[in-house]
């Protein structure tokens, strides 16, 4: 793991880096130069997911990395289309043969569904995968509060992770207080807020002067300091150097305090309650 970036321990003893590297629309073709990138920077963790359609391009930065498989922390997620116990199975094969993996270390349901009911289902296998040894951790994705529950009440793993949209726009109070009483680990996505007009705000770009960095990096260590496991993106090597580089600073806690200000419970995705 690099030296750079802490873990996270989930809740079944197994180490994550604190941040990783997105590829959410990322072409096939590119994702090998953009992880490879990232690799390079220093990043050990990338998180992929079926519908990306780039499970292959990552899968062969991975290949030609020359690090040891160990070192190496890579997410995929099940696509909607693909819920279901025996579906699921075969959708978690056709992903490891894209990645070119003969074990994952975190596999996450996309989106709950809640409308189509088989995301219990659907968990199911996934605790067959896991006790079967070849995934290391498994956990969902935009699962709200009360799709935990019910997950929890019938199933008996509790989801190491929950990836949602988190980013100072969208501070999900709710969600982080839910997962931190039941030992869930919140990994934000979009944690730049899509890098549109969050990086713009001018009390973040007031954080950013202070400080002498720049508003990618102040966003990315505000959820370091809460605890947030972040996956920015970038395919520009110049970003993707710099959106690790935010273990050696910290914020204080005005800064916090502005930033927590911010938040306007907006979301740039999806509602979870209803997608499908
Ligand atoms: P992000 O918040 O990481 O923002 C990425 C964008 O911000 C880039 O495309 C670029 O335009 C800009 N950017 C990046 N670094 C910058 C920098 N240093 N300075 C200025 N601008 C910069 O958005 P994202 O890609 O939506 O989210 C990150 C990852 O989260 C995705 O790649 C994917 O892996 C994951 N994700 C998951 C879900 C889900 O449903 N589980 C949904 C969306 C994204």
């Known amino acids: 793991m690099s030296s750079k970036v802490p873990p996270i321990i989930l809740n079944n003893g197994v180490e994550m880096p604190q ?26 963790s ?6 990306y359609g780039n499970e292959e391009g990552t899968g062969r930065a991975i290949a030609a990395c020359g690090l040891p498989r160990e070192e190496l922390f890579v997410t995929t997620k099940l696509w909607n289309s693909d819920q279901g116990y025996d579906s699921t199975l075969r959708a978690f094969d056709a992903s490891m043969e894209k990645l070119g993996l003969d074990y994952l ?3 996450l349901i996309h989106w709950p569904r809640p409308a189509e009911g088989q995301y219990v289902d659907t968990y199911k296998a996934f605790e067959k995968l896991h006790a079967d040894g070849r995934i290391r951790a498994i956990g969902v994705s935009n699962f709200l509060p009360e799709h935990l529950r019910r997950l929890m009440d019938e199933t008996s793993v509790i989801p190491a ?16 207080e839910f997962h931190a009483a039941q030992g869930i680990a919140t990994e934000a996505w979009s944690p730049l807020g899509q890098g549109k007009g969050l990086l713009e705000v001018p009390a973040i770009v007031a954080i950013a002067q202070k400080h002498g960095r720049t508003p990618a ?44 200000a911010l938040n306007e419970d907006r979301r740039l995705g999806p509602d979870p309650a209803v997608f499908s």
């Open 161 to 176: 992770v929950n990836q949602i949209e988190l980013h100072p726009h969208l501070q999900q109070h709710a969600s982080r």
């Open 217 to 260: 990096q102040i966003v990315l260590r505000w959820h370091v300091q809460l605890g947030n496991i972040v996956i920015p993106k970038s395919v520009t090597p110049s970003r993707i150097k710099e959106n690790i580089e935010v273990f050696d600073f910290e914020l204080d806690t005005e800064d916090l305090a502005a930033i927590s």
């Open 19 to 44: 941040l990783g590297f997105g590829v959410w629309q990322v072409p096939d073709d590119e994702a090998e130069t953009a992880v490879a990138t990232a690799l390079q920077a220093g990043y050990r």
């Open 46 to 51: 990338i998180d992929t997911a079926a519908v």
């Open 105 to 107: 270390d975190l596999y």
